[in-house]
């Protein structure tokens, strides 16, 4: 993923529209994706249309040398480059198909770091429905391999020199609010039965 640079596109989801019921539906993924993920990178676009020095970068290049861009781009790629590629991975990150579960060597790491599956996803859901505001709760590996789950506000991204991420889920409301409306925690539980296990592993071995 993004390895392309400005101007960047927008990515069809990697299944159809209703593919994700009754998780997600139709008009939840059709407001997700083609307006609020489009509008991150329309908005991202526009900014860097005033940036020739930065439209060579890659949007993982851009979200890591925050402090060394242009003071008045800064912000703006924070939350726009931001929103690019945290929507782009989340799409990516799920399919359709329920009761999953990962296997291999992620399985193994989630054992060893989480001491259960069930416990990885007791984690997991808390992070996402503690998360206060707007923001995302991921499943991170480090460079050894070692895995947590954490928060970020907003758009922001974990820090891509230490961690890889393998897998988020966006809490931010316009992501669940057409059918579960304030109940975050429904739509936590449910998201674990989109998961794409498969492509989470590639990512883990691939860190
Ligand atoms: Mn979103």
Redesign the pocket.
Known sequence: MQAETYPFVVRPLPYEYDELMPVLNEETLHF?HDK??KTYVDNLNNLLSDYPELQQMSLKELLSNLEDLPVNARGGIRNNGG?VY??EL?FDSMKGAAGQEPTGELMEAIKRDFGSFRQWKEQMKQAAVTKFGSGWAWLLSDREGKLSVVQTANQDVPDFGLYTPILLV?V?E??YYLQYQNRRADYAEAWFDLINWRKAARRYEER
């Open positions: 997700h609020h993920y929103g945290n929507h989340y966006d931010w316009h992501a």
